[in-house]
């Protein structure tokens, strides 16, 4: 889950890539350099020397070439072996495997079984249902393995030999890169997982971190939870923690991305819904706004006067928020005013969290965090406190 790029949990979330003034450089999935890796190893093993460069195919058609870090040979139980390692680029993208030793280790196999897969040291072993691999398998996502598997059998018809090979795939210092993504509360455990659906990383994306609340909604739905939370970074976490108790993998580390998180629950619902975070990025989900990430989306200083006039506030406190400097100065003058702003900003995000949920059994909740993690303002779900007769909507 986790996120290819391994993403790592923060309140402000990913940065965009229409910030840099200047194109960014794409970079290599982990499932592309262990593909690479095989691919040389398979070489190798069928007879020939290794390739180096080694070139490989992705979805997209693309024929990369990567230059061999490591190569190998052995005898084991199982017979010879071969291996060979790639360094990973991750071109300009954050991505906590950049510059890891991606090494896959080849062997033959019996007769008819085809390409089948390892977890070596460093990649992590599935254990929760959920993912799109069954209990017990190596971390090694489909799309990557049929790349293997594609290069592997390439190089085995090449040779004029059958493609029945082990390939054990592994990832250097994995175990601790792994404590940097999502893939405990995933039920990956003991390493990263091999991922990439192109090949190709783009750097903030994005995408790889959608896929991360995805992957987590899936295992929270196969555990059967019926409460999760979905948070903006760790202050928020630890709040709702403190008031649920909830288990890790009730917890989604949404970031700025709250509307990939609720049209993902629109389409897999789970019954009840708890959303937290701060009160500057919960002030632009009352506005309708499903991206919260402060680069692309301001606090809008006017809207959160037009908030307090509805509460009641004069004149005076209306000017002083529309030339505020923070959304948290606001607040402070709201609830020196003895004005209940939070929880008004958490009903209108609640509500229109509740718009993008359309029918979707989800019961909705919003819990707003000052700058310390304490929850100042809640908006409970209307199906929780009242509950509403069947085909009716709430909000």
Known sequence: ????????????GAEGAGEHATPLRRGWTTGTCATAAARAAAEALFGREFPDPVAVTLPGGQTPAF????????EGPDGPWTA???????????????????RARVWRGAPGSGVSFRAGPGVGTVTLPGLPLAVGEPAINPVPRSMIAQAVGEAAAAAGQPADVVVEVGVENGEQLAKRTMNGRLGILGGLSIL??????VPYSC??????????IDVARAAGLTHVAACTGDLSEKAVVARYGLSEQALIDMGDFVGGTLKYLRRH??????????FAKFGK?????????SKRHAVDFDWLAGRLAEL?????????????NTAAQVLGMADAAGLRLADHVAELARRAAQQVLEDAPVAVEVLVTDRQGRVVGCAPSLALVNPLPPGERAG
């Open 1 to 12: 889950m986790n996120a290819d790029s391994g993403s790592e949990k923060t309140e402000g």
């Open 196 to 201: 990439g659906t192109t090949g190709i990383v």
């Open 207 to 216: 995408a790889a971190w959608i896929a991360s609340i995805q992957r987590g």
């Open 269 to 278: 619902p789970i019954p009840r819904l708890t959303l937290c975070g701060g």
């Open 67 to 74: 230059a061999l870090a490591v190569t190998e040979r052995g």
């Open 285 to 293: 989900l009352a506005r309708g706004l499903m991206d919260l990430h």
């Open 312 to 324: 009641g506030a004069g004149p005076e406190l209306i000017t002083q928020a529309r030339g505020a």
């Open 84 to 102: 060979a390692g790639v360094v990973k680029d991750a071109g300009d993208d954050p991505d906590v495997t950049h510059g890891a030793l991606v």
